[in-house]
Each structure stands twice: as C-alpha cells, then as structure tokens.
C-alpha cells in the first residue's frame, strides 16, 4: 500500500497507483528556460489575504513543470512526439510569416498552406483547416477572461440578493434602492 499510516484517519483512504505530475506546455513568446517548476502558491501576490504570513507554507501547494516547447527548446522531448514536434514547426512558421510583415489572420492563413504542403500536421489540416483557423484567431486574454468571470459573477450574486428580497417581501423600489441594481433586472427577476 502507497501512503502513510495515519492512526487518526481511515486507511484506506491511502490513495494507490501513480503519482500524478502536472505539466504546462509553454509556446508563448517571453524567454523561457526549457524547464522550469511554478507554484500555484506563487501566483498569489501576498498570502496575507489566505490568512498566511510571508514564512507559513500554504496548507496545499501544486507544482506545475513548464516545458519549453518553442522550436529549439526541450527537442529531445517535442522530438519522441511527432505532432508535438510538428505543432513546434507550425507555431514556428506562423510567426516567421508574421515577420515578414503579415498581420496574424494571414500569417496563419500561410502557414497552413505551407505545413500542409511540406507534410506537417497535414491531416489535422486538411480535416480541420476551418477550426484551426478559428481557434488560432481567437486570441485568448486571462485578464478579459478572468472579468467576464468577475461580471458573471457578480450578476449572479445580484440575482440571488434580489430574488431573497423578494422573497422577503420588498418591493421593487425598496431593493433598487438599497442595492442599486437597475430596475428592469428587479423587475425581470419579480415576473418569474
């Protein structure tokens, strides 16, 4: 059996099997060593706010290994995998095409045709040209997604206050006055 003894808890919550590893495999373009180990803990700009002082270990930390995956970076790893290797060349060519001038949208374009020309990614290509193509122009931003996440959560907790009031029995005017949420959602909220 893996794990320790513990008197205090049920043992047979010791967990058997593999050790589970989390890997990031990065292409982005900021300098980044072939390997490196981030910690969740260091995505926090102060542990004050968790109750932790700057010393205290947080009670559950995850190390994440981050792999390099540019071409030219961590080759003995992107080579033993073959559509690793080719997103590389890929992810390569679209920014050498972006170079020379092209603006994103028709770097990618070009460097769809060439791969798919030269046998790199060629069947997730020419299956899919049309997805990939609109997944690569989807440009992702952690910040805008993590304030969408914010506004929706933030309209949910304004459902949930005004559907409580209602329930209590204020009015429409009483919430929006109190809460300042807009009259047309209290009142939205109120027909259903």
């Not at 990031?24 to 969740?40: R, S």
């Amino acid at each position: 059996m893996l794990g320790r003894q513990i008197p205090y808890l049920n043992n047979n919550l010791a967990l058997q099997g593999e050790v589970v590893d989390f890997y990031v495999l990065y292409n982005g373009t900021a300098l980044c060593p072939d390997e490196a180990v981030v910690k969740l803990s260091d995505l926090f700009k102060s542990v004050e706010p968790l109750g932790l002082t700057e010393k205290t270990n947080p009670v559950l930390e995850l190390e994440v290994k981050v792999l390099n995956i540019n071409e030219g970076n961590n080759e003995t790893i992107v080579h033993r995998c073959r559509h690793l290797a080719q997103y590389s060349a890929f992810v390569a060519k679209v920014r050498e095409i972006k170079n020379e001038g092209y603006n994103l949208q028709e770097a990618i374009k070009k460097a769809v045709v060439y791969c798919r020309d030269h046998d790199i990614l060629k069947e997730l290509l020419e299956k899919n040209a049309s997805e990939v193509l609109n997944m690569l122009m989807t440009e992702w931003n952690l910040d805008d997604a993590l304030a969408v996440r914010f506004e929706e959560g933030q309209e949910k907790r304004n459902e949930e206050i005004v559907q409580n009031a209602l329930d209590k029995g204020y009015s429409p005017e009483t919430i929006h006055a109190v809460t300042g949420i807009g009259m047309e959602n209290i009142e939205e909220l109120a027909k259903r």
